[in-house]
């Protein structure tokens, strides 16, 4: 009997954990993030510039292996998919560094700065444990992926077609 009832409450408790968003909270949408000239800006203003258009959010940092590594095979995706809008994120330690990293390893797209990290209310409504990270956004701006940590993942592509 009681592992027919620890069976329930995992069942039970794993159900309310996997559902994936579809929009982004009011709280994470006023943090403030910086943008390339050290201003300041909220993540809800910055997304709703994109309105109309499809966004791959990138999440990542100079300092991280993965993301690094990664950058050829993002460079790639990009160049396939030009109408795509590319935000990255970066969770780097100072603007320095991620604005130095911009130039030295030639990423294209928008760029902003997340200053309160994955510890900040955006970080935390995404759950940030492993960067990369990818989120794809549709026209409407709602999320029609909320998480893959490569962009060869199949998902980040059959979201990108809907």
């Known amino acids: 009997m009681k592992k027919i009832v620890l069976i329930v409450m995992i069942i039970s408790f794993s159900g309310c954990c996997f559902e994936t968003p579809t929009e982004f909270t009011e709280a994470s949408l006023t943090e403030e993030f910086v943008t390339l000239t050290d201003e300041e800006i909220a993540i809800g203003e ?40 590319y935000l990255f994120l970066s969770l780097d ?31 935390k409504f995404l759950d940030l444990w492993w960067i990369p990270r990818y989120v794809v956004l549709d026209e409407n ?19 990108l077609k809907k």
């Not at 100072?94 to 970080?123: C, N, V, Y």
């Not at 029609?144 to 059959?158: E, G, H, M, P, R």
Request: charged content about 30%.
């Open 46 to 85: 910055i997304l709703s510039k994109y309105q109309g258009k499809k966004v791959l959010i990138d999440v990542w940092a100079s300092w991280c292996k993965d993301c690094i590594v990664r950058l050829p095979k993002l460079k790639e995706f990009q160049r396939e998919n030009p109408e795509i809008v």
């Open 93 to 123: 330690k100072s603007t320095r560094s991620w604005k130095s990293a911009i130039d030295r390893l030639g990423i294209k797209g928008e760029h902003f700065f997340m200053q309160a990290g994955k510890k900040g209310t955006f970080g």
């Open 141 to 159: 701006g709602k999320i029609t992926l909320y998480k893959a940590t490569k962009i060869t993942d199949k998902n980040i592509v059959q979201a």
